[in-house]
């Protein structure tokens, strides 16, 4: 690796136009400063590493060759475009990424014009790659190229394949490049990686076949319809001959590979050879996630986002000292396990996330009873609600904001057919760094008006637990509890599971001058408040209700707030418009309630990235905020 000290070519690179300038032979030295730095970084100022590093030199390729940012190249979910930022413009201010104001954690065109799609969720960017190249073609840009670059994991989701279809029938000229490293965040599953790992095309043959057919196009003698035909003829002959059919070329995709993935100079003239290519084709290259940096190739999991750490031993580096609350997730993994070895129904399902989830806990003893169903979020819906149908209890954990692509599925697989599916929203509410794709802002809103579905959150890691197990219970139907990245509150989250009653809440503190309601973690955040103004403001007395449910209400502690206070304020850590908060305003207005309410909730637009605490802070729900919202109801 080189020397950060050493460095002479990176800080002359302020844009692609620069790197252009470079020889070739100068390139595999751009991607060591590059790797460098990204190191030296992130070590200080966490964020994602492995997959950037493993990404660099198709990075520098990718600037070198296409002629960005006309040319477009539209990244795959984002995790691996460190090298991508440093490259265009935002090398003196890569220290501000993911930092409150800084660099956005993932690509947007709203930072720069670059980054030509937003790309926060998986599987999205064939599909965007092929609206971009038929726009070009629509309005007179024949000339721009658009690429398209997918991970092995984002290619197992739906979307994915969706645009593959829509890819061959549609006339461009777009290029698609699987980066294939056997990975997603763990370890890739299902059938395409199989498939992936199995598929190999001659190189030798592909050189051939491109020479023949350059040949035969300047000489007048290969028009569009007689390349598809030759395209057609030459892959039934290779399946005949290989006994395997490339799923690409048989959707006359033209495939390339596998390549490697990590020497520069033969990405660049291999890249430059399919530039002007016809035709849609895929390049197929193998990478491996951290190249470049042993600690993060031996262990590509843990270091996809590893925190800080030193750079030349690879330790990492922790800030707790072991006494702090357990993750909601740790409380979830080993609950779902204790739940699972008691209730032979229960299964658990997840969407590329069992580390991320903790579901790993539970596949570790229970392999034959947990599904790793890759990224598809939708698919791993219908798979539980399947498996509910039959007799089994299925527990489907996804990200709250990676919820959002399963919506049809919840409605019309699950909550139609009032199905046992127990689906945990893990990261709802704001997540802080991985900002607005991630921010699990939206489903108590876009789940409230659905059928069936009873829609719960815990205030800690004991109600979290005693909601599990009221889930599992016979005749619960669809049940939905909604849980916040990071650590709880309680030092000892091991607590006896008892069942809490659907619909109810509960009364925290006692008051006559205003009613705190909240749903969720967010709770803690009002128990604060109230400690501080005790102290501060003790001749204001504030009620304090932890609704737990926000469908159904608890109609009986609502019944009892309207008649005793005139002043009301929810809280939540959701989307405001439609959220928590609505449901109680509509109960009161449909029971003839007229009351001073103010919500308390996410705004009506995209929060950005910072820490929790920044972002609580500036949407006012934390306990300063609280504080205030009280303070001007009070007035």
């Not at 998986?122 to 398209?148: C, E, F, P, W």
């Not at 270091?303 to 707790?320: C, L, M, N, Q, Y």
């Not at 007229?594 to 910072?610: A, S, T």
Request: include cysteine; glycine fraction near 8%.
């Amino acid at each position: 690796m080189t020397d950060i000290g050493k460095q002479n070519i990176l800080s002359k690179i302020k844009y692609p136009e620069d790197l252009r300038k470079l020889p070739v032979e100068k390139l595999p030295q751009v991607c060591d400063e590059l790797r460098a730095d990204i190191l030296k970084e992130l070590s200080v100022n966490p964020g994602h590493l492995a997959s950037s590093l493993g990404a660099l030199e198709l990075t520098v390729a990718l600037h070198y060759v296409f002629n960005t940012p006309y040319d477009r190249i539209v990244w795959d979910v984002g995790h691996q475009a460190y090298g991508h930022k440093i490259l265009t413009g935002r090398c003196d201010n890569f220290c501000t990424n993911r930092k409150l104001h800084g660099i956005r954690p993932f690509p947007s065109p709203e930072e720069s014009e670059y980054d030509s799609f937003a790309c926060g969720h998986a599987s999205n960017s064939i599909s965007a790659a092929l609206g971009m190249a038929v726009a070009a073609k629509q309005t007179g840009h024949d000339d721009r190229h658009v690429v398209a670059v997918i991970g092995d994991g984002a290619m197992s989701g739906g979307l994915a394949f969706e645009g593959l279809n829509n890819v061959s029938t549609t006339p461009n000229d777009m290029l698609i490049v699987l980066n294939d490293n056997n990975m997603s965040i763990d370890r890739s599953v299902g059938g395409m990686k199989h498939y992936l790992l199995r598929l190999n095309t001659n190189e030798t043959y592909n050189k051939w076949r491109f020479k023949v057919a350059t040949w035969l196009r300047s000489n007048g003698m290969l028009d569009d319809e007689r390349r598809k035909g030759i395209i057609r003829l030459s892959n039934a002959l290779k399946s005949a001959i290989s006994h395997q059919q490339n799923i690409f070329e048989g959707m006359n995709i033209r495939y390339f590979g596998p390549f490697e993935g990590h020497d520069v100079v033969e990405l660049v003239r291999t890249m430059r050879q399919l530039k002007e290519m016809k035709g849609p084709k895929l390049l197929h290259l193998h990478t491996i996630k951290g190249h470049g940096y042993a600690p993060a190739e031996k262990a590509a999991t843990i270091w996809h986002a590893p925190g800080k750490f030193d750079v030349s031993t690879g330790k990492r580096i922790k800030s707790e000292n072991g006494t702090e609350p357990a993750k909601y997730q740790d409380v979830f993994g080993n609950t779902l396990l204790e739940l699972a070895r008691k209730n032979k129904r229960i299964v658990g399902v997840t969407p590329a996330m069992p580390t991320g989830c903790s579901m790993n806990i539970m596949m570790k003893e229970m392999p034959a009873r947990t599904f790793d169903v890759g990224i598809a979020e939708g698919h791993a819906v219908t798979f539980s609600g399947g498996m509910a149908k039959d007799g089994l209890l299925p527990f489907c954990n996804i990200y709250s904001a990676f919820a959002q692509r399963a919506y049809d599925n919840i409605i019309h697989d699950v909550a139609l057919l009032n199905l046992p599916v127990v689906i945990c929203l893990d990261r709802a509410g704001l997540v802080g760094e991985d900002g607005a794709t991630h921010h699990g802002a939206f489903d108590i809103a876009a789940l409230r008006p659905v059928p069936n579905l009873t829609i719960s959150s815990p205030m800690n890691e004991h109600e979290l637990r005693r909601l599990m197990y009221t889930a599992q219970l016979p005749d619960k139907g669809p049940f939905v509890i909604r849980y916040p990245r990071g650590r709880g509150v309680l030092a000892d989250w091991h607590c006896e599971l008892e069942e809490v009653k659907v619909g109810t809440g509960r009364k925290l503190h006692d008051g006559k001058d205003v009613a705190v309601l909240s749903f969720g973690p967010v709770g803690n955040n009002v128990e604060e408040a109230i400690e501080m103004m005790e102290t501060s403001t003790p001749q204001l007395s504030i009620a304090h209700y932890d609704m737990r449910f926000a469908k159904p209400l608890d109609t009986e502690i609502l019944k009892d707030v309207a008649q005793q206070f005139d002043r009301i304020i929810t809280i939540e850590d959701g989307a405001r418009e439609g959220g928590f908060g609505s449901a109680v305003l509509e109960w009161l207005e449909d029971n003839g309630y007229r009351k001073n309410v103010v919500r308390l909730g996410l705004p009506d637009h995209f929060v950005e990235h910072g820490t929790v605490a920044e972002l609580q802070h500036i949407v006012g729900i934390d306990a300063e905020g609280i504080i205030d919202a009280v303070n001007d109801i009070i007035k």
